[in-house]
């Protein structure tokens, strides 16, 4: 067995996150490039749902089957292992890219310079914030006309709400993009537009070398000597420790596309990256260099053949080496289970493996045991924390419209809602049963998959709901006497937890200043 430290030392497990079409993609297959686990470009497949393609099931279910190969990818790059955890592109399933988060040590932005920063983006940089999650942003596309870098930067700030460091400069945009100014390492990279392989780089003393002058002309050089000499008076000096704490992010500018940039972004992010951090348990805090293996389960993927309703889930190693056949306790089902096919992610393939370590993913495959946020361990009682599900943004009754499958009914709802396709509550005064969703896609996903994996059929029927939200209260008579009040609005979710339906912002408003005893959550963990 390799030496513990060393492993964890080498790893470095991390997510690519962005707003549709930025070139989350694009990057990603370059990563791969350059640590040899791909040979030519276009290999990685775009995991994104077409945007037409709101209604399209066979697009969906190709696109599931993309996604499982490409769900984790491993590679090594010199010393380091490298795990990259994909995301899916498409915003209805932000609730899955929220989960994938928590089983990340950093995340890298991509932002088009076009665009700046987006809506989705400024989501699920919310989710990195909470969990100080470091960040390090990469500006993309700077091969085409976009906005000014230092705009870039501002609106970087003000919108991700981070402090911001560059650590590449470029020298203009568009069809004058040059190429860039390396601050982190101090070269200069320049720009020969080319889609499969890597730039030269032009060696330089300073920034005042006047190499800097004969390659890339006078009046560009003189502009790169102030931009570069305002960075360095308006940004502090660039502190890998606030990087690490989520304070400030690094920023690089490139062009995925050209695999310009990429390299250098690679280089420092294996540097100043973190390797896999202790993780808090609700118990207590789990560190990686710990000997008795943990781990959890942070995603569930459904297989593709609809007569096997089996799943692979995917768990996260928290600490110790995980081996394979070695007995570990299932702690919510209180038993020991032993995995005889668990699977590695290297490259885009997935092989059976014999041990992994803290950092690295393992996929197992399971017919129904798994639920999301399970904690697999040596014996102890540990349940992980941070697998919080947010407060939907649609909601719709699930109505059952063959009372032969009640049965088969019942239990996939309940198998979609483990894997945590979308959240369930049921209404104490009707005791109906909500369907809570990040978007329109899920319900069409849940319809189809129903009655292909489950043989049942099922309806939707509209509910007007503004947001459902978890409470609690010091005060149990101020709690009951809100459930009272509110009774037609009270739900459970799967938990058993209460939940209030407001089906107004106002209607919202107005039960936080009349119940000030109450706290009202957003997300399911609190
Ligand atoms: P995503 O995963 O974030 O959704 O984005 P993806 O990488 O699929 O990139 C979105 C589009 O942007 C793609 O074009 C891609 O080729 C392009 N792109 C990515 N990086 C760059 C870049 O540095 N410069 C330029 N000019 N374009 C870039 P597409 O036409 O939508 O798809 P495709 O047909 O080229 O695959």
Known sequence: MANLNSEIDKRRTFAIISHPDAGKTTL?????????????????????????????????????????????????????????????????????????????????????????VEQQTRRLMEVCRMRHTPVIIFVNKLDREGRDPFDILDELESELQIKVRPLSWPINIGLNFKGVYNIFEGGLDLFTPDKQKVTERVEINDINDSIIDDTIGERDATKLRDDIEL??????????????????????????????????????????APSPRPIQAIEREVKPQEEKFTGFVFKIHANMDPNHRSCIAFVKICSGVFQRN?????????????????????????????????????????????KIGDTLTEGEELHFKGLPSFSPEMFKYIENTDPMKTKQLNKGIEQLMDEGVAQMFTNQFNGRKIIGTVGQLQFEVIQYRLLHEYGAQCRWEPISLYKACWIESDDKEALEAFKKRKYQFMAVDKEGRDVFLADSGYVLQMAQTDFPKIRFHFTSEF
């Open 231 to 272: 960075i360095e008076g308006v940004y502090p000096e660039f502190n890998v420790d606030d990087y690490l704490a989520g304070k400030v992010a690094p920023v690089f500018f490139g062009s995925a596309l050209n695999t310009f940039g990429v390299k250098e972004l690679l280089d420092c992010f294996v540097q100043i």
């Open 326 to 370: 070695a007995p570990y306790k299932h702690v919510r089902h209180n038993k020991t289970l032993k995995f005889a096919a668990p699977t590695a992610f290297m490259a885009q393939k997935k092989d059976i493996v014999d041990e992994a370590y803290p950092g690295d993913i393992v996929g197992i495959p399971d017919s129904g045991n798994f």
């Open 28 to 116: 990603t297959e370059k990563l791969l490039l350059f640590g040899g686990a791909i040979h030519v470009a276009g290999a990685v497949k775009s995991n994104k749902i077409k945007k037409t393609a709101t209604s399209d099931w066979m697009e969906i279910e190709k696109q599931r089957g993309i996604s499982v190969a490409t769900s984790v990818m491993g590679f090594n790059y010199g010393d380091y292992k490298i795990n990259i955890l994909d995301t899916p592109g498409h915003q209805d399933f932000a609730e899955d890219t929220f989960r994938t988060l928590t089983a990340v040590d950093s995340v890298i932005i991509v932002v088009d310079v076009a665009k700046g």
